[in-house]
């Protein structure tokens, strides 16, 4: 079975500093993938970033990075240069191997940026 | 216009009442998914189906059943609703892996369901 675990249920950050968002994983898949989706207060998921378990590279996007670290299992989520805009809650997903594309979501971490 | 809609967005019923919660999308995906947020729980899959003939059962998929009645339509209803299924409902759609498999999944904009 597969398991996200975020440990952080929420924390601040100040303006144009980065923020660390913690996310391990369990599976048993030879093959995965990692998501991290940002909910915003309004309620809808949009989607940030993905990571190939067998991608060499960790992902960047705009100021999204995905620090993967697969011997630790951990896929943490980097945002730099923190905007009010960030204020979200944020979820770490994974999909397996078969080919449903089907997502295992963590409980999510609640971001609020300060001035 | 959205690419992924899901109607009614927003939900109040009685305990006991069937209900059902439609989505429809335009990006031409086999996939499609039904997921229920809970505070504290992340999304949490219902049922998924990968065309108009396969339906799957998630990891909670009790007290809910679905339809596709398209390959662009996929339904969910609660046949008889109970307080505990008060949540957020969203749709999801994905079509084949792109580039290195990723997947992705295209979010409607979520279904606010408050069962009394």
């Known amino acids: 079975a597969q398991k996200i675990t975020q440990t952080q249920p929420g924390m601040f950050v100040q303006e144009k500093e980065a923020v660390t968002l913690d996310c391990t994983y369990d599976?048993?898949?030879?093959?995965?993938?990692l998501f991290w989706y940002k909910q915003p207060s309004s309620g809808e998921m949009i989607f940030l970033i993905y990571?190939?378990?067998?991608?060499?590279q960790n992902a960047t996007e705009g100021r999204y990075s995905l620090n993967f670290q697969k011997a630790r299992k951990s896929a943490n989520l980097v945002i730099s240069a923190s905007q009010l805009g960030d204020s979200a809650m944020y979820f770490c997903?994974?999909?397996?191997?078969?080919?449903?594309?089907?997502?295992?979501f963590g409980a999510g971490t609640q971001v609020v940026v300060t001035p | 216009d959205a690419d992924v809609t899901q109607t009614p967005r927003n939900r109040i019923t009685k305990t006991g009442k069937r209900i059902m919660l439609e989505c429809s999308q335009t990006?031409?995906?086999?996939?499609m998914y039904w997921y229920r947020q809970d505070p504290g729980l992340g999304l949490r899959l219902i049922y998924y189906?990968?065309?108009?003939?396969?339906?799957n059962k998630g990891e909670i998929s009790d007290g809910y059943s679905v339809s596709r009645q398209a390959q662009a339509k996929f339904s969910l209803s609660l046949e008889s609703a109970i307080p505990n299924q008060t949540a957020l409902y969203f749709c999801?759609?994905?079509?084949?892996?792109?580039?290195?498999?990723?997947?992705?999944?295209?979010f409607g904009p979520g279904t606010r369901l408050t069962v009394t």
């Open positions: 999801a759609t994905s079509g084949p892996p792109q580039g290195a498999g990723s997947y992705e999944q295209y």
């Open positions: 599976t048993s898949d030879p093959s995965y993938g």
């Open positions: 990571q190939g378990s067998y991608d060499q």
């Open positions: 997903a994974m999909r397996g191997t078969d080919s449903w594309g089907k997502l295992q």
């Open positions: 990006k031409g995906h086999d996939r």
């Open positions: 189906s990968f065309d108009v003939k396969d339906i």
